[in-house]
């Protein structure tokens, strides 16, 4: 009797062995929930369509903060357009003017009124030119440090779905507060603010975006993002064009549209499940992949149980939940990240630097705006279409190569001021789309470079120096008004840089992604056993 009993109970404890199913997301991702599923799709539309106001509030100096077109005599029927080169008799005397510089004060008014842009009110020409580029500029470094700290605090803290209500909030509050603006000072202030604010919403959508679908779908759910912001981006005009005449209004109205999807939407939206099984909160994370399930018409066994690599006591610069002291305190994704984030900078510079240097074009800077926001939608669909079967490395130098290279043919157009050139809108436009393309990618690549625990702090390194690149760019813009040659060339010089330098990543199509930094070096390191031809300028 007791050898029966005995062996029942050893029976019972061996089913119970072979009843336990443990498995990491990835593969119940991958066996279970379905790598794209329609959970998965609302998922990330409802987190990307946050980067509608990223998009808004990066780029809306382009309108707020362009110099009027036109300006007129108070005491004459002449007046001067783009430029201001036009000859008119304005002052006493009727002395010749060649230049608003020229003018005594209160002779001449902008024909759009003082209120159109910071520029009109604030007089920011002649000796204060210069200072028309404070606000763009501080609103990059605020988004650089604004990376870092929600990078930081998305991993470690709050998790991406937190980060990214706070950020919207933020972006919200700023973006009204910027519109009560004093002075170019105040303003200026108030646009690093705003900067700091938004950098939580684009690297936190990506992250929380891309956790949450297979390998397969990856790099086409980042490319969905960048969509949005294009959306985001063709919006501009739209909302610009009624508040032409008031640039305060402007601000007022972009600042309702991140607190409506605050409230409206981003409680629909489920935290990634790789967050908080790193986090220790397994059942969080398996509910979470329960509802991904029953949505998509499928079901989780009942006995899986989700694997995790990095347990909360255990954290450690090699494999726990420490973020940015891991990554900094291993040699190969220290080397890596540099890497990453040098050529990082000169695709900011170049992205953001191209779509300010629109005023430098002449062309109707609405018509300018829509182009390039329009030259978007195929750098998108095409990078999508290529991310499913094209490594991310050769895709990301070549759109760098192509967008330098239409920098520096720019510079051929260039010399004719007064007229507009087709040919150089044409060429600026491919260079445009081919940055973007670049800049697109990148993000996706930086989210497969890194494992969970630090991938947040990644990517939010790579918007820093982004966002370093971008902050120099408005003066190199300003620079162009003298000097359109010397600013293509540097644009273009720094892109092709941007491209070589990528040659020295690894390639991470189909590539898993981790969950630790301990557990992704064991891999590659197993990988680097069996060396491939296509890895061999790899960090």
Excluded at 106 to 124: H, P, Q, R, Y
Aim: proline fraction near 5%.
């Amino acid at each position: 009797m007791e050898d029966d009993e005995e062996s029942q109970k050893l029976v019972h404890a061996n089913i119970e062995i072979a009843a336990k199913l443990e498995l990491t997301v990835d593969e119940v991702v991958e066996n279970y929930v379905g790598s794209l599923g329609l959970s998965q799709l609302i998922h990330v539309f409802l987190v990307s369509l946050a980067w509608i106001f990223d998009s808004q509030n990066t780029l809306v100096t382009i309108f707020s903060d362009a110099q009027p077109p036109a300006w007129r005599c108070k005491s004459s029927p002449f007046h001067s357009h783009a430029n201001n080169t036009t000859a008119v008799l304005c002052g006493e005397g009727n002395n010749l003017a060649v230049s608003v510089c020229e003018l005594p004060p209160g002779t001449w008014e902008w024909v759009g009124g003082n209120t159109s842009s910071t520029i009109a009110e604030w007089g920011l020409i002649c000796d204060r030119r210069f200072l028309a580029g404070v606000p763009a500029s501080v609103f990059f470094l605020g988004s650089l440090l604004g990376s870092a700290f929600f990078g930081f605090l998305a991993d470690k803290y709050i998790g991406r779905k937190k980060a990214v209500l706070l950020s919207c909030i933020l972006t919200s509050t700023t973006a009204f507060l910027t519109s009560l603006s004093p002075n170019i000072w105040t303003y200026a202030l108030a646009r690093f603010a705003n900067g700091f604010a938004r950098s939580g919403i684009g690297i936190c959508c990506l992250v929380l975006s891309t956790e949450a679908v297979g390998k397969k779908w990856r790099g086409q759910v980042g490319q969905f993002g960048f969509f949005l912001f294009t959306a985001g981006f063709l919006s501009l005009p739209l909302i610009a064009y009624p508040t032409r005449s008031n640039w305060r209004d402007l601000y007022k109205l972009m600042s309702v549209f991140p607190l409506v999807y605050s409230l409206v939407f981003l409680p629909f939206v489920s935290e990634s499940p790789r967050w908080l099984l790193v986090k220790g909160r397994t059942k969080e994370a398996l509910d979470i992949l329960n509802r991904f399930a029953r949505v998509n018409g499928k079901n989780l066994p009942p006995n899986l149980t989700l694997a995790n690599p990095s347990p909360p006591q255990k954290s450690g610069s090699n494999g726990g939940a420490t973020g940015n002291e891991g990554l900094w305190s291993n040699p190969w994704a220290a080397k890596r990240m540099m890497m990453v984030m040098l050529t990082g900078f000169g695709v900011g510079f170049v992205y953001y630097g191209v779509q300010l240097n629109v005023e430098n074009l002449n062309f109707n800077l609405y018509f300018t705006v829509a182009v390039n926001a329009l030259m978007e939608i195929p750098a998108v669909l095409i990078g999508t279409i290529l991310l499913g079967f094209t490594d991310r490395r050769l895709l990301f130098s070549r759109s760098a190569f192509i967008a330098g290279v239409s920098c520096i043919l720019c510079i051929a157009f260039s010399q004719s001021a007064k007229r507009s050139s087709w040919p150089q809108l044409i060429i600026e436009g491919i260079g445009f789309m081919a940055a973007s393309m670049a800049f697109d990618v990148l993000y996706i690549y930086a989210v497969e470079l890194f494992p969970t625990n630090v991938r947040n702090f990644a990517v939010s390194m790579l918007r820093q120096s982004l966002m370093l690149g971008a902050s120099i760019a408005p003066l190199l813009v300003v620079v162009g008004r003298w000097s359109p040659s010397l600013s293509f060339l540097v644009f273009g010089l720094l892109s092709i840089t941007s491209g070589i330098l990528s040659l020295w990543l690894p390639e991470t199509r189909n590539a898993p992604l981790y969950e630790t930094l301990k557990q992704q070096q064991q891999e590659e390191d197993k990988q680097r056993c069996e060396p491939d031809d296509s890895d061999i300028w790899s960090l």
